[in-house]
Nanobody
């Protein structure tokens, strides 16, 4: 199993940017699909973006298309989520998750390993 640690969250004004990082240990990232999910209280955890050997990179909610970019640095065992033009609706706890294999999924049950999450708050 991978151990995942997220960082980079914080408080940002609407229109601002943040870059989240997910550092993995206990394995090499190139064997995994890595996704970012987010969750707000009272709602289901939602897939945001994913990177895998087969799918490349993809975003799931239409609301983040053109604003969020996922990337990975296998040499550093790190996946990033660059978030631009942030909106109050992006406020959530962001989690990274790993699934063995090369295919992205947008459902949380397909991911075996999870980080502890990092809070992103978009507010003026």
């Amino acid at each position: 199993h991978l151990q995942l640690v997220e960082s980079g969250g914080g408080l940002v004004q609407p229109g601002g940017s943040l870059r989240l990082s997910c550092v993995a240990s206990g394995g090499t990232l190139d064997r995994y699909a890595i996704a970012w999910f987010r969750q707000v209280p009272g709602k289901e955890r939602e897939a945001v973006s994913c990177t895998s050997g087969y799918d490349g990179s993809k975003n799931y909610p239409q609301s983040v298309e053109g604003r969020f970019t996922i990337s990975r640095d296998n040499a550093k065992n790190t996946v990033y989520l660059q978030m631009n033009s942030l909106e109050p609706e992006d406020t959530a706890v962001y989690y990274c998750a790993a699934s063995v294999g090369y295919v992205c999924y947008d459902v949380k049950r397909m991911y075996e390993d999870w980080g502890q999450g990092t809070q992103v708050t978009v507010s003026s």
